[in-house]
């Protein structure tokens, strides 16, 4: 189990790099703009067949026919998929899909290895639509080329989550469901926001949130920043760029109120073992007891929960307003 989620680690970190590092080199489209999702409708259109979507590379595919046979390279698809109703569609996952419990069950194949996964078993599997996430240009393309329907989408924002839910609706004709997803996410951010916004910047807590115990964070540009910054808080690590290593000079000067980790899957006692850091005993998160370990998944994959584990940090920074 410890090498799996220590796998699980590296993957998460392969993730944000290869965000990070690549770009949508993918060839673009030809001729006219398909058809796309609407964006903040009100009224939900049926999705029809024939349907020709563009994903975040840019490339625009045609779905003959509702998808009935899927593959899900991408945990946090997997968990939109799910929350639209598709479990039984869902035909080939991989072994980091572990929401909703016993999303795997359906499943005729686990991909072991999901940024490269076995070609040929894919194949076998006949799918009729495979969702990929941080997956690399040369992957897409040979499954493209091999003429099997792929939705690439890599959300980095709430907003660009939002936007995914909705796209995934209209190309499995789950556009209700998805609707219905969206309308109570959006209602817990509000409500959030409510309880926040109010806040003066001068009372707003300073927060470090770390994500494994070499000090690597979450700077200016990442999904985690967004979220701390919603949820009233102040990212002091806001003045690095993108995901970046930390020291413990800069920690202690900028002396957090709260303190975030999210690496507790794979490590034990991660609170004590900050908590028991010499050079760390002045700092108010420290010396007030704030330091709180968050479920690494609610507060990275962009789908459905992603605003659950806003709520939880906003909780941890304002317990009184709660």
């Not at 259109?45 to 024939?50: A, K, L, R, V, W």
């Not at 003066?200 to 964070?217: A, H, M, N, Q, Y």
């Not at 507790?264 to 370990?293: E, G, L």
């Amino acid at each position: 189990m410890n090498r799996k989620k220590q796998a699980f680690t590296l993957l998460i970190t392969l993730w944000v790099t290869l965000v990070l590092l690549s770009g949508c080199n993918s060839p673009s489209q030809q001729g006219a703009a398909p058809p796309e999702a609407p964006s903040g409708q009100d009224t939900i259109q049926t999705t029809s067949y024939p349907l020709t979507y563009t994903d975040d590379t840019g490339v625009a595919t045609t779905l003959e026919k509702e998808p009935q046979r899927i593959i899900c390279l991408a945990p946090p698809s997997t968990e939109i998929l799910s929350a639209l109703g598709l479990d039984r569609k869902l035909i080939g996952l991989t072994v980091y899909d572990n929401y909703p419990v016993g999303i795997q069950e359906n499943a005729e194949y686990i991909f072991e290895d999901s940024l490269n996964p076995n070609l040929e078993q894919l194949i076998q599997l006949k799918p009729d639509l495979v969702v990929t996430g941080m997956h690399k240009d040369s992957f897409i393309n040979s499954l493209r080329s091999l003429g099997i329907p792929v939705a690439h989408l890599n959300p980095q924002s709430l907003e660009s989550t939002y936007q995914t839910i909705e796209k995934l609706g209209y190309i499995t004709n789950t556009q209700e469901q998805a609707q219905a997803v969206l309308q109570g996410m959006k209602a817990k951010e509000q409500a959030i926001a409510d309880k926040v916004e109010a806040i003066k910047e001068s009372e707003r807590v300073r927060v470090w949130i770390e994500v494994d115990p070499g000090l690597f964070t979450a700077g200016a540009g990442t999904f985690l920043n967004e979220l701390i910054t919603k949820a009233g808080g102040i990212n002091i690590a806001s003045d690095v760029q993108d995901w970046a290593q930390y020291s413990e000079e800069q920690v202690i000067e900028k002396n957090p109120q709260v303190i975030l980790s999210t690496y507790s899957y794979y490590m034990d006692n991660v609170k004590a073992t900050i908590a028991a850091r010499p050079a760390w005993q002045a700092i108010d998160a420290v010396s007030n007891d704030r330091i709180y370990d968050l479920d690494s998944d609610m507060v990275t994959r962009s789908g459905p929960r992603i605003v659950d584990g806003l709520e939880t940090i906003a909780k941890a920074l304002y317990p009184e307003r709660f």
